[in-house]
């Protein structure tokens, strides 16, 4: 499965924005999904995973509250809505797949979009 994230931007501090993966090949119904991130000089942090069908969905537990997982695997889609942003959220967000749901390790995921930038100012 491919994936391309998008939906990033400039945002105030305070402000929401939401972020798409959409899928292209292969089944995106067959894959537990993620996001990630990685701001500058930091490593890659797992911040939210979602079943494949929508039902079960983990967080992070210093985004729990503010960023909310979603999919619509109708349209072989993937949202990560984020609500009261922070300037340390500022970072570039991963959408990932793979088939092990509740992990938060990144090598574990199979595919990866190609990361759409958030930016939040202070």
């Known amino acids: 499965v491919q994936l391309q994230a998008s939906g990033g931007g400039l945002v105030q501090a305070g402000g929401s924005l939401k972020i798409s993966c959409a899928a292209s090949e292969g089944n995106f119904a067959n894959f537990d999904m993620a996001w990630f991130r990685q701001a500058p000089g930091v490593d890659r942090e797992f911040v939210a995973g979602?079943?494949?069908?929508?039902?079960?969905?983990y967080y992070v537990d210093s985004l729990k509250g503010r960023f909310t997982i979603s999919r619509d695997n109708s349209k072989k889609t993937a949202y990560l809505e984020m609500n009261s942003l922070k300037f340390e959220d500022t970072a570039v967000y991963y959408c990932?797949?793979?088939?092990?749901?509740?992990?938060?390790?990144?090598?574990?995921?199979?595919?990866w979009g190609q990361g759409t930038q958030v930016t939040v100012s202070s």
């Open positions: 990932a797949a793979g088939r092990i749901y509740g992990s938060a390790q990144a090598s574990r995921f199979d595919y």
């Open positions: 979602i079943s494949w069908d929508g039902k079960k969905a």
